[in-house]
């Protein structure tokens, strides 16, 4: 599994941004996927995760009505669209896939992960 990830950069707040994560090989489509970020100084925290079918979705209390997943099987890509940004969403965003079919928030079960895209929210 390659991913990559892309569509980091530089917003104000209050502004929108959106990520995606392309799988070059194509062997995700059966498992969940995720996005994680860290801060600097912080530790990698998880963000938003979807399940291989998106029939179910789970986001951290800090994002949750403002970012949301998703992702197409045909493309092999996962998205978080990001709304209402704040300064303390600055962070690199990490994609990853999962071991396991349906949604988790925790780090271990996450086998796969991308290089981080940055993003940085101005006040």
């Known amino acids: 599994v390659q991913l990559q990830a892309s569509g980091g950069g530089l917003v104000q707040a209050g502004g929108s941004l959106r990520l995606s994560c392309a799988d070059s090989?194509?062997?995700?489509?059966?498992?969940?996927r995720g996005w994680f970020r860290q801060a600097p100084g912080k530790e990698r925290e998880f963000v938003a995760a979807?399940?291989?079918?998106?029939?179910?979705?789970t986001y951290a209390d800090s994002v949750k009505g403002r970012f949301t997943i998703s992702r197409d099987n045909a493309k092999s890509t996962v998205s978080l669209q990001m709304n209402s940004l704040k300064p303390e969403d600055t962070a690199v965003y990490y994609c990853?896939?999962?071991?396991?079919?349906?949604?988790?928030?925790?780090?271990?079960?996450?086998?796969?992960w991308g290089q981080g895209t940055l993003v940085t929210v101005s006040s």
């Open positions: 990853a896939t999962a071991l396991r079919s349906t949604v988790s928030t925790a780090q271990r079960e996450y086998r796969y």
């Open positions: 090989k194509r062997t995700s489509n059966n498992n969940a």
């Open positions: 979807i399940s291989w079918n998106s029939m179910s979705t």
